[in-house]
């Protein structure tokens, strides 16, 4: 440690080292029974030392040891205090070093000055670090009258939490403060502040246009996935609308969630040979640490498990959107289960671009992934995951018929008839799980087989070496007298087809 005589500055008072290694150590003192100046210099404080008083006590913060006077602080910290009547025991010597002091260092010398007299500013920025640092040192009322855990309280409390702005400031500051933060409400209180502002602006505004985002949203989805989940749920329990919760979801999505709105456009761009299929599905990231994958694992469990259940809170798209994202992470199967369930209410709504699910392999987190493919039944696609949808879908409709309820299956129909076109591009795609997806809707759901036609065609393009009797047995699936005059004009002239089916 440099040693400072009367009028001698330490100008670098922010980073006091004598070596790279070495921890950097700091003398203050405090201005009322010691001879002390604080000035400033360069927008930075620099400590005039008095040498006739010596320290007599060293603190360690972070990297940083403070060479201090036990007094000041043992009147207005009772957890030095208690320390000092017990033999402090350190391979430094009598150095106190305070782990995962909250705040780190820049904390502590605030509250340094704080107990040498000096004046000291509150602001959103430290005013929880100080609330929480206060706290682990035990700055209560019976140790002196204002002392700083009363203040910090104050403040937070009259000051920081009337405000938006300086709410959604505290808030963000508590993501480095855990778990004190928790402990002391001050996260709760943030986030029912957030909620309560929130719901009244939505009060407010009821005449707005109704695609129009709140102006709240971007603030809510800068937090960190367990913050914004509280205040998703003091939203919740102040009655907002489930579409502007679900509205809010979306946003937080597309902030933390990059690929999720990357569509995959069809089978198109690789290579046929059926025993060396490769097919990139994402150009995102090469590498993604094991870290960040955890995280976003997280952030779409999180998510999932917060979707308003009203139908008409988040769209079609977006679930099929967390549902890819959820294959990609392996998420929680109990989870999965229940977005499939979810998507199948609103099966109607979706494209068929949607539903293109890639087949992920264990790891395939969101990195490029080149699948080299030589089983029969392993798909570029994931089509079980489809074929689940629906299941959940015509079991809905199947109470909605013993409800004497009206059903939508014509749009079913065409949406999955198109969807089996795509598949069939797959030369991986086997005919047997071909035939038993498209069986999968009753016969009088089609009012048209075009479609199924369209599919069946395309299967048959795609797999040219299938034998006279898969052809046929493909055919069967459909039904002839369900062709428009097009289809048929076109399945008459088409050499791909059983001679007995273009007969008929």
Same mark, same amino acid.
């Given at each position: 440690?440099?040693?400072?005589? /009367? ?8 980073? &006091? ?60 910290? *009772?957890?030095? *205090? ?12 009598? /150095? ?9 260092? @820049? ?16 602001? =959103? ?9 206060? @706290? ?9 009258? *204002? ?22 400031? %505290? ?7 855990? =778990? ?29 246009? =109704? ?13 960190? #996935? ?35 709105? /990357? ?82 209410? /609103?099966? @109607? ?23 080299? #493919? ?8 994931? #089509? ?6 629906? @299941?959940?879908?015509?079991? &809905? ?53 075009? *479609? ?49 089916? %273009?007969?008929?």
């Amino acid at each position: 440690m440099k040693s400072l005589q /009367v009028g001698q500055a330490q100008q670098d008072y922010g980073s &006091h080292t004598d070596g790279s290694d070495k921890v950097s150590d700091k003398s203050i003192l405090f201005p009322n029974k010691f001879i002390a100046i604080a000035d400033s210099f360069k927008g930075e404080h620099s400590w005039f030392i008095a040498p006739q008083i010596p320290t007599d006590f060293s603190i360690q913060v972070q990297e940083t040891t403070y060479n201090v006077h036990k007094y000041p602080l043992i009147s207005k910290c *009772g957890y030095i *205090g208690q320390l000092e009547i017990q033999p402090l025991i350190s391979n430094s010597g009598n /150095v106190l070093k305070l782990e995962n002091f909250p705040g780190g260092s @820049e904390t502590f010398e605030t509250i340094l000055k704080f107990c040498y007299g000096l004046p000291i500013d509150f602001s =959103p920025d430290n005013i929880a670090a100080l609330r929480c640092a206060s @706290e682990f040192l035990e700055m209560t009322e019976e140790l002196e009258d *204002g002392n700083l855990i009363s203040k910090s309280e104050a403040f937070l409390t009259f000051v920081v939490l009337s405000s938006w702005k300086d709410t959604i400031t %505290v808030l963000k500051s508590c993501e480095n403060l855990s =778990p004190w933060a928790e402990n002391l409400q001050i996260v709760r209180r943030c986030c029912d502040s957030i909620a309560w502002k929130a719901s009244k602006d939505e009060l407010t505004s009821e005449d707005a246009t =109704p695609n129009q985002e709140s102006w709240w949203f971007n603030d809510v989805a800068a937090f960190r #996935i367990d913050h914004f989940m509280q205040i998703i749920s003091a939203i919740r329990a102040k009655g907002t609308k489930p579409e502007t919760i679900g509205k809010c979801i979306i946003q937080y999505a597309k902030r933390w969630l990059p690929g999720m709105e /990357v569509e995959l456009e069809g089978l198109r761009g690789y290579g046929h040979e059926k025993c060396n299929l490769q097919f990139s599905i994402f150009s995102g990231k090469k590498k993604e640490s094991s870290g960040h994958s955890k995280e976003q694992k997280t952030i779409i469990e999180s998510l999932i498990s917060i979707i308003p259940p009203q139908q008409d809170a988040v769209s079609c798209k977006f679930m099929l959107q967390m549902l890819k994202m959820a294959m990609m992470y392996s998420v929680s199967p109990a989870l999965t289960t229940d977005l499939e369930k979810r998507v199948s209410l /609103v099966l @109607e709504d979706a494209e068929v671009s949607d539903l293109l699910i890639p087949r992920y392999q264990n790891g395939d987190q969101g990195k490029t992934v080149i699948m080299t #493919i030589s089983s029969e039944e392993c798909t570029m696609l994931d #089509i079980d995951v489809v074929q689940r949808i629906v @299941e959940y879908f015509l079991m &809905h409709e199947q109470q909605q018929i013993q409800q004497q309820q009206k059903t939508r299956k014509f749009n079913i129909s065409r949406l999955l008839d198109n969807y089996l076109a795509e598949i069939a591009r797959d030369p991986n795609l086997s005919i047997t799980k071909f035939q038993v997806f498209a069986e999968f809707l009753p016969e009088n759901t089609r009012s048209y087989d075009d *479609g199924l036609y369209r599919a069946i065609d395309t299967y048959l393009k795609t797999h040219a070496s299938l034998t006279e009797h898969d052809r046929k047995r493909l055919c069967k699936i459909m039904n002839c007298e369900k062709l428009s005059l097009d289809a048929c004009l076109h399945a008459a002239q088409n050499e791909r087809l059983p001679l007995r089916t %273009v007969v008929q």
